[in-house]
């Protein structure tokens, strides 16, 4: 049997090397964070949203925080919840937006939830910084 050459790891051009504090975001905590500044802007909580669809408060809390991977059918409630016109392409739109500039800023998005994310915790910019950086950029609107 042939002997196995070690390689040296290969740099990936998308991810910042090294992570540095805050410089990864899971995309559905960016989602749901997109949710919750439009529940703000509308002056809702999430226990009006949540008896709305008749849901657990702690539903629409685990969704914002993107302690759950929401699928479309739960993006879909939420935010016919909110009403007031606001859409899913609305959401998405300025998640779209909100993400250019965070990279933009030497940021990364990762397509995966906190709970799976293994390497480099601090790396991770998540929760109030999170929101508080979205604001900064602009907010939703």
Same mark, same amino acid.
């Given at each position: %049997?042939?002997?196995?050459k070690e390689r040296p790891l290969r740099w990936?051009?998308?991810?910042?090397e090294p992570l540095s504090e805050g410089s990864v975001v899971l995309f559905p905590e960016l989602v749901g964070a997109v949710v919750a500044l439009h529940r703000r802007r509308l002056g809702l909580g999430q226990t009006e949203v949540a008896e709305r669809l008749d849901w657990a408060q702690? %539903? !629409?809390?685990?969704?914002?925080?993107?302690?759950?991977? %929401?699928d479309l059918d739960q993006l879909f409630? !939420?935010?016919?919840a909110l009403g007031e016109g606001v859409t899913v392409s609305a959401v998405m739109a300025d998640a779209e937006r909100l993400l250019a500039a965070l990279v933009e800023g030497g940021a990364a998005?990762?397509?995966?939830?906190r709970r799976l994310w293994t390497e480099a915790p601090e790396a991770l910019l998540t929760g109030r910084a999170l929101r508080t950086r979205l604001e900064e950029l602009g907010g939703v609107g």
């Open positions: %049997m042939p002997f196995k990936h051009p998308d991810r910042p702690s %539903m !629409i809390s685990n969704a914002e925080r993107g302690e759950i991977v %929401m409630a !939420i935010v016919g998005l990762v397509w995966t939830s």
